[in-house]
């Protein structure tokens, strides 16, 4: 039977657009909370014998995940054949080691909990920094679509004489690829970190590049600290508005206000829904879904 799509709450533009590109049908997830904070959800579309996708980016994903398992396991229980999720931001991969005694390594905890809860995952761009695939902590099929030939498509049609600047050395690779779609020169930042709050930063000698635009790239921009230094270091040596990219714009403490601020311009996918969504990844999802509704039937 054709697959179903489903919206959990703010993801509805998401299960639109997946449903017109997948040319299947987008169901109806009722969901609300009891007056103690418990999550009622019904499904007004019947999930039996079909494949349910349910889309559910994962930004600020605390008061998401029990909801999102919720639904998973109340489409198996109704009688779905299989189900998919659809997280175009994909949270809690930052924590991949035990940095300190008694710390929960999460991002194993969290891909052991949804590979109970579903058939398979999509995902753009997942922050894999330890890890080299998201097979090595999940154990369901996964397909991670890559942002970056958009943005140089972006930059490439935006952007006159753009010059690319990365976060740090281990970004160097996709920076690198950025770069070489829009046809432009690139640099990365030295960068030490003594906290999530806490970032200090050096740009190089970038005399050469005056008079280009300067496009600062992230895969997330979270607390926005690393963006944000940047672009004062990048004004105070005479480039103009400065241009921040990032996959993922999850904007925490406001930092997108700060970096607009501090004199940038701001640029997003639309892999979390914010007012910086500029880059499409819609089409990257819907492809890696039809790879894995053919290979999983």
């Known amino acids: 039977m054709n697959p179903l799509t489903i919206a959990m709450p703010g993801n509805e533009q998401l299960s639109a657009a997946l449903s017109d590109r997948l040319g299947c049908e987008m169901g109806r997830l009722d969901t609300r909370r009891f007056p103690d904070g418990e999550t009622y959800l019904r499904f007004d579309s019947d999930p039996a014998?079909?494949?349910?996708?349910?889309?559910?980016?994962?930004?600020?994903?605390?008061?998401?995940?029990?909801?999102?398992?919720?639904?998973?396991?109340?489409?198996?229980?109704?009688?779905?054949?299989?189900?998919?999720?659809?997280?175009?931001?994909?949270a809690y991969m930052r924590q991949d080691r035990r940095f300190n005694s008694g710390e929960a390594i999460t991002s194993r905890h969290v891909a052991r909990l949804l590979s109970d809860a579903f058939d398979w995952l999509v995902t753009v761009d997942p922050h894999l920094h330890r890890y080299r695939a998201l097979g090595e902590i999940y154990a369901i099929p996964t397909r991670a679509a890559h942002a970056a030939p958009l943005i140089s498509q972006w930059i490439a049609a935006n952007l006159a004489s753009p010059f690319i600047i990365g976060p740090d050395s281990e970004s160097e690779q996709w920076v690198a690829a950025v770069a070489s779609g829009a046809a432009a020169p690139y640099c990365v930042l030295e960068k030490v970190r003594h906290?999530?709050?806490n970032v200090?930063?050096?740009?190089?000698?970038?005399?050469?590049?005056?008079?280009?635009?300067?496009?600062?790239?992230?895969?997330?921009?979270s607390s926005g600290r690393t963006m944000i230094e940047a672009v004062r270091l990048l004004t105070s040596r005479g480039f103009v508005s400065p241009v921040c990219i990032a996959v993922?714009?999850?904007?925490?403490?406001?930092?997108?206000?700060?970096?607009v601020g501090a004199g940038a311009r701001v640029v997003t996918t639309n892999s979390v829904p914010h007012a910086t969504n500029a880059i499409d990844v819609g089409g990257l999802l819907a492809s890696a879904v039809s790879e894995l509704l053919a290979a999983t039937s």
């Open 248 to 259: 993922h714009g999850v904007f925490a403490d406001g930092s997108d206000a700060l970096l």
């Open 49 to 90: 014998s079909r494949t349910v996708v349910i889309a559910c980016t994962l930004a600020h994903p605390d008061d998401k995940f029990l909801p999102l398992v919720l639904a998973a396991a109340a489409a198996r229980d109704l009688g779905a054949s299989k189900v998919g999720l659809v997280a175009p931001y994909l």
């Open 200 to 221: 200090q930063i050096a740009l190089k000698d970038l005399d050469a590049w005056k008079g280009r635009t300067a496009v600062l790239v992230d895969d997330i921009v």
């Open 195 to 197: 906290g999530d709050r």
